[in-house]
Structures are given as C-alpha cells and as structure tokens.
T-cell receptor
Framework: EAQVTQNPRYLITVTGKKLTVTCSQNMNHEYMSWYRQDPGLGLRQIYYSMNVEVTDKGDVPEGYKVSRKEKRNFPLILESPSPNQTSLYFC??????????????FGPGTRLTVL | AQSVAQPEDQVNVAEGNPLTVKCTYSVSGNPYLFWYVQYPNRGLQFLLKYITGDNLVKGSYGFEAEFNKSQTSFHLKKPSALVSDSALYFCAVRPYRDDKIIFGKGTRLHILP
C-alpha cells in the first residue's frame, strides 16, 4: 500500500531534550516536506526537500533541522525543543512531475507536546 | 508577500444544499492550486487541483472548484452537501516556478442534517 508513515504518532517531552520524528514514504517520490498545524494558523511549511541531499527552508524553519540521506526518509529533528513547538506535525511527499510539485500525500501526523 | 486566504473560519450548510468554501490567493505568475480535506484525527487528503486548462475542475467525492484568474480565486463547490462532508478544508498554492507550498488557515465545514 502506498503510504507515508510517521513515528511516533504521539510524543510528550520536556524542554531541551533532543528528539527526532521519522518520516518514510514508499512511493519513490522526489519531494518531501514537513508542516506544523496549529489552531487558527492552518498548515505552515517547516522544511522541504526536492531530492536526496537537497533541502530548503519553508516559512517556519527556526528550531528545526532536517536531513535527506535517502530518498524514502526525511526525519525532522528538534535539537532543543521548546514549548512553542508543541503542535501537530505532518510529513508529506509528492512526485515531481514535468511542471513541478504536484499533489501531496500526507502522513497521519505526530502530536508533539513539549513541557 | 505571497499568501492564501480562506476568509471563513466556518461554513454551515444544510444537507442537500449546495456548498461553497472560498479561497483567494496572492502569488506571482500562474500558480498550481489545490484543495485538501482533513477528517478528525486524520492526515490531509487531496481533493482536486488546477494546473492549467478548463477553469472548472472536478475532484473526489463530488467536489469541484472554479479557478478565476481575474479574481485570483479558487472556490470549492459541491452541488448537494452530505453530512459526511463535514470536515476541515484547506486551500493550497504552489507559486509559479517555486517549490514552496502555501496553505490557507482552513475552513471548517459543518453539514447540518
């Protein structure tokens, strides 16, 4: 089954404790992206990647890191989480067609709480 | 600055009536436009897209959207609403020759039985 998986689905942590949220897709998509969803703010793009070893900042990259060492994986790293990073996080992937990025396939989400 | 606006936080429609969820955008060039739906405790699902061609595009679950270049709008429509259409709807834009994606803040659609 074609899918985007994220782990963990739920995470409660404390300020300053480094954490990684994994994202993996099995559709051989070039494009992968991370978003955070907050009430009243919709989805905001954190980072995206056009292909292996190519990453770019979205609208809210501060406090986050990403890496794209393999095509299928795109982990999100919070080196020193803070309470304002409490949010619902989504990973997404998309094929890169001739005209550019097309519709995205989303993972189930990771609900992160930073105390 | 490039942006997407969904002017209504919530839309209430009686079952069987037509529905419209509004989206306007402000980006340069000819963007790609998308609608996604989010059901409770689920990820987003793609509904439909406009890239080029016919201004009226049809998508999943009987939804359609009308692209209006002069008004920079991409409103989501359905002729007859179902209770099961109740969800959170997001409009998204991929600016021309850009790899960023800009989402609107979302509109919660309530279909009243």
């Amino acid at each position: 089954e074609a899918q985007v998986t994220q782990n963990p689905r739920y995470l409660i942590t404390v300020t300053g404790k480094k954490l990684t949220v994994t994202c993996s897709q099995n559709m051989n998509h070039e494009y992968m992206s991370w978003y955070r969803q907050d009430p009243g703010l919709g989805l905001r793009q954190i980072y995206y990647s056009m292909n292996v070893e190519v990453t770019d900042k979205g609208d809210v990259p501060e406090g986050y890191k990403v890496s794209r060492k393999e095509k299928r994986n795109f982990p999100l790293i919070l080196e020193s989480p803070s309470p304002n990073q409490t949010s619902l996080y989504f990973c997404a992937s998309s094929p890169r067609l001739a005209g550019g990025i097309n519709e995205q396939f989303f993972g189930p989400g990771t609900r992160l709480t930073v105390l | 600055a490039q942006s997407v606006a969904q002017p209504e936080d919530q839309v209430n429609v009686a079952e069987g009536n037509p529905l419209t969820v509004k989206c306007t955008y402000s980006v340069s060039g000819n963007p790609y436009l998308f609608w996604y739906v989010q059901y409770p405790n689920r990820g987003l699902q793609f509904l439909l897209k406009y890239i080029t061609g016919d201004n009226l595009v049809k998508g999943s679950y009987g939804f359609e959207a009308e692209f209006n270049k002069s008004q920079t709008s991409f409103h989501l429509k359905k002729p007859s609403a179902l209770v099961s259409d109740s969800a959170l709807y997001f409009c998204a834009v991929r600016p021309y020759r850009d790899d960023k994606i800009i989402f609107g803040k979302g509109t919660r659609l309530h279909i009243l039985p």
